[in-house]
């Protein structure tokens, strides 16, 4: 979007031309300038080297003449130099001898990444020993005598594209001294969080139950009060793909925002569109859980995307460029946002709350247009008061998603244990601590809430049956034996245990045991990732059973 402070260097004067006799490498400046379009940038001009594009750099060329010139040395640069320039279809012009002009072309003939490039050889007296191409070059090289070319206009151009040049490099100076800490800091924050999701076991693909406890949003817990997770949520990522892809965004786009806009106004740009896109999420999303910071982000996609096509924001110089850059950077994300297991409402959320704020509120004090070479953002009081509120609020939102959340009990080795009595069942048993209440499913009780515990155990009295029936009949039509079922004692009670696997990749340990004429039946539902975690819970649980009158 913009060009670098470093850019090519550029003479104070054109380079000096007789009208009445131009050479040929004059004659083809000429045409770069004048033939390329109505509104170029010449980034140099300089009696041997001219450099010349449109100022939407689809289209550019460079104009090189070799009197005096190595070609080894050239070579070596040439490749380099038209690598790192930013324009899609290069014309490239050597004027020199064809045995010179063969031994620079030849280690630039090979393709570029993302850019057209078409070589062109002249020798001195305009003889091409290339095919010339129909355009600018060509009619110049069988245009009419010297009287024909307007030197007047040409330099009128050249000096027109000098000042919009040297606007667009102070403008890319100005903006570059400015270092966007606010950015930095939440990329670190960002990367905090996911090192410690990951050393609760969730970088590859973290599951639900422990989004939950570390913060993600749900739009019924939300609604139960816990309005920290509109917060929290933000800081958090479905895996590692799902945070670079995220942090190369805020990267990207949010130093060149917050470079422009300030960090007080990026704070608290970055802090609503991350509230608007997870308030949404949870009004509008049906997901157990939704993660991520691509609310804010989309955010700065809007800021960015205002401040390139409202009028005055932007030099003009670089106008051009940027509304590029913003309508590329706003369909990438608008395809993407339509993906499945995408929060498509976060996204759009967080765009019209960015776009809105930056347009209606933040934009006061922003200097416009040629303004932003010369003057910083404005700071206010009130501006000041709002940017630390949201410090604030961006600080307690994530400190409160896995202390709230009860996160770091993740990693405890095996689960704790509470008695229940069940008056129902007519029986007290030791069950893991759970977040969930009971829940009762026809004869049958549910203890555990799948979306933040790591165990959901379920209870019933089976009249008539042995235990042996019971474990021999798969607890849904579709699951598979994991281990067949094996009795033996368990502090003092015949017990009979399996385990198995449903359709959906869930896993079921299974304990039964003989109970008044019938069975009792204790399953365990837990995540692969938790085998270790439930491992002879369903016996404990058991084993833990006790009855009026005895066990």
Same mark, same amino acid.
């Given at each position: 979007?913009?060009?670098?402070?470093?850019?090519?260097?550029?003479?104070?004067?054109?380079?000096?031309?007789?009208?009445? +006799?131009?050479?040929?490498?004059?004659?083809?400046?000429?045409?770069?300038?004048?033939?390329? #379009?109505?509104?170029?940038?010449?980034?140099?001009?300089?009696?041997?080297?001219?450099?010349?594009?449109?100022?939407?750099?689809?289209?550019?060329?460079?104009?090189?003449?070799?009197?005096?010139?190595?070609?080894?040395?050239?070579?070596?640069?040439?490749?380099?130099?038209?690598?790192?320039? #930013?324009?899609?279809?290069?014309?490239?012009?050597?004027?020199?001898?064809?045995?010179?002009?063969?031994?620079?072309?030849?280690?630039?003939?090979?393709?570029?990444?993302?850019?057209?490039?078409?070589?062109?050889?002249?020798?001195?007296?305009?003889?091409?020993?290339?095919?010339?191409?129909?355009?600018?070059?060509?009619?110049?090289?069988?245009?009419?005598?010297?009287?024909?070319?307007?030197?007047?206009?040409?330099?009128?151009?050249?000096?027109?594209?000098?000042?919009?040049?040297?606007?667009?490099?102070?403008?890319?100076?100005?903006?570059?001294?400015?270092?966007?800490?606010?950015?930095?800091?939440?990329?670190?924050?960002?990367?905090?969080?996911?090192?410690?999701?990951?050393?609760?076991?969730?970088?590859?693909?973290?599951?639900?139950?422990?989004?939950?406890?570390?913060?993600?949003?749900?739009?019924?817990?939300?609604?139960?009060?816990?309005?920290?997770?509109?917060?929290?949520?933000?800081?958090?990522?479905?895996?590692?793909?799902?945070?670079?892809? +995220?942090?190369?965004?805020?990267?990207?786009?949010?130093?060149?925002?917050?470079?422009?806009?300030?960090?007080?106004?990026?704070?608290?740009?970055?802090?609503?569109?991350?509230?608007?896109?997870?308030?949404?999420?949870?009004?509008?999303?049906?997901?157990?859980?939704?993660?991520?910071?691509?609310? &804010?982000?989309?955010?700065?996609?809007?800021?960015?995307?205002?401040?390139?096509?409202?009028?005055?924001?932007?030099?003009?110089?670089?106008?051009?460029?940027?509304?590029?850059? &913003?309508?590329?950077?706003?369909?990438?994300?608008?395809?993407?946002?339509?993906?499945?297991?995408?929060?498509?409402?976060?996204?759009?959320?967080?765009?019209?709350?960015? &776009?809105?704020?930056?347009?209606?509120?933040?934009?006061?004090?922003?200097?416009?247009?040629?303004?932003?070479?010369?003057?910083?953002?404005?700071? #206010?009081?009130?501006?000041?008061?709002?940017?630390?509120?949201?410090?604030?609020?961006?600080?307690?939102?994530?400190?409160?998603?896995?202390?709230?959340?009860?996160?770091?009990?993740?990693?405890?080795?095996?689960?704790?244990?509470?008695?229940?009595?069940?008056?129902?069942?007519?029986?007290?048993?030791?069950?893991?601590?759970?977040?969930?209440?009971?829940?009762?499913?026809?004869?049958?009780?549910?203890?555990?809430?799948?979306?933040?515990?790591?165990?959901?155990?379920?209870?019933?009295?089976?009249?008539?049956?042995?235990?042996?029936?019971?474990?021999?009949?798969?607890?849904?039509?579709?699951?598979?034996?994991?281990?067949?079922?094996?009795?033996?004692?368990?502090?003092?009670?015949?017990?009979?245990?399996?385990?198995?696997?449903?359709?959906?990749?869930?896993?079921?340990?299974?304990?039964?045991?003989?109970?008044?004429?019938?069975?009792?039946?204790?399953?365990?539902?837990?995540?692969?990732?938790?085998?270790?975690?439930?491992?002879?819970?369903?016996?404990?649980?058991?084993?833990?059973?006790?009855?009026?009158?005895?066990?």
């Amino acid at each position: 979007m913009i060009d670098p402070p470093n850019a090519p260097p550029r003479s104070d004067r054109p380079p000096g031309i007789d009208p009445a +006799n131009p050479t040929t490498y004059q004659r083809l400046v000429y045409a770069a300038v004048m033939g390329l #379009s109505d509104d170029v940038v010449v980034e140099a001009a300089r009696p041997d080297l001219t450099i010349v594009r449109t100022r939407d750099s689809k289209r550019g060329m460079l104009v090189l003449s070799l009197a005096g010139r190595d070609p080894a040395a050239l070579a070596q640069k040439l490749p380099t130099m038209l690598a790192r320039w #930013s324009v899609r279809d290069v014309s490239l012009v050597v004027v020199g001898r064809e045995r010179m002009g063969a031994e620079l072309l030849e280690p630039v003939r090979k393709p570029l990444p993302r850019t057209k490039l078409t070589l062109i050889g002249v020798d001195l007296d305009g003889a091409p020993w290339t095919e010339v191409p129909d355009g600018p070059v060509a009619e110049a090289l069988a245009g009419g005598g010297a009287a024909a070319l307007d030197w007047g206009a040409f330099e009128a151009r050249l000096e027109s594209s000098r000042a919009a040049f040297a606007e667009q490099i102070e403008f890319a100076k100005r903006l570059h001294v400015r270092r966007p800490l606010v950015t930095y800091a939440l990329v670190a924050v960002n990367v905090a969080f996911f090192v410690l999701q990951s050393w609760l076991g969730g970088s590859v693909d973290p599951t639900v139950p422990l989004l939950v406890r570390m913060g993600g949003v749900s739009g019924e817990l939300v609604a139960q009060g816990e309005v920290w997770r509109l917060i929290s949520c933000a800081f958090l990522h479905g895996g590692v793909m799902h945070l670079a892809f +995220n942090m190369i965004v805020l990267v990207v786009i949010g130093r060149l925002v917050e470079r422009i806009i300030g960090p007080l106004r990026f704070v608290v740009l970055y802090t609503a569109c991350a509230v608007a896109g997870s308030a949404a999420s949870a009004v509008l999303m049906d997901a157990p859980v939704s993660v991520g910071a691509s609310g &804010a982000l989309w955010g700065v996609l809007a800021a960015e995307a205002v401040l390139a096509f409202a009028p005055g924001f932007l030099p003009a110089a670089i106008v051009p460029g940027a509304r590029r850059a &913003a309508l590329i950077n706003l369909g990438i994300n608008v395809l993407n946002s339509f993906r499945p297991h995408v929060d498509w409402a976060a996204h759009f959320a967080g765009g019209v709350m960015g &776009a809105a704020l930056l347009w209606l509120v933040l934009a006061r004090g922003v200097p416009r247009g040629e303004e932003r070479a010369r003057r910083e953002p404005t700071r #206010s009081r009130p501006l000041a008061v709002a940017a630390a509120l949201c410090v604030a609020l961006l600080g307690a939102g994530a400190v409160a998603g896995p202390i709230l959340g009860d996160a770091l009990a993740w990693r405890e080795a095996s689960p704790t244990y509470e008695r229940v009595t069940i008056e129902r069942l007519g029986a007290s048993v030791e069950l893991p601590t759970s977040r969930g209440e009971a829940t009762w499913v026809g004869g049958d009780v549910m203890f555990g809430d799948p979306r933040r515990d790591r165990l959901v155990v379920g209870l019933a009295r089976l009249p008539s049956v042995t235990p042996e029936e019971v474990l021999q009949t798969p607890p849904m039509p579709g699951a598979t034996s994991v281990d067949a079922p094996v009795f033996g004692d368990r502090r003092g009670r015949e017990l009979g245990t399996s385990r198995q696997r449903l359709p959906n990749g869930l896993l079921v340990d299974r304990a039964a045991f003989a109970a008044d004429g019938g069975a009792v039946l204790v399953e365990v539902y837990f995540l692969p990732a938790q085998a270790g975690y439930a491992e002879g819970v369903a016996a404990s649980i058991a084993s833990s059973w006790t009855a009026p009158g005895g066990r």
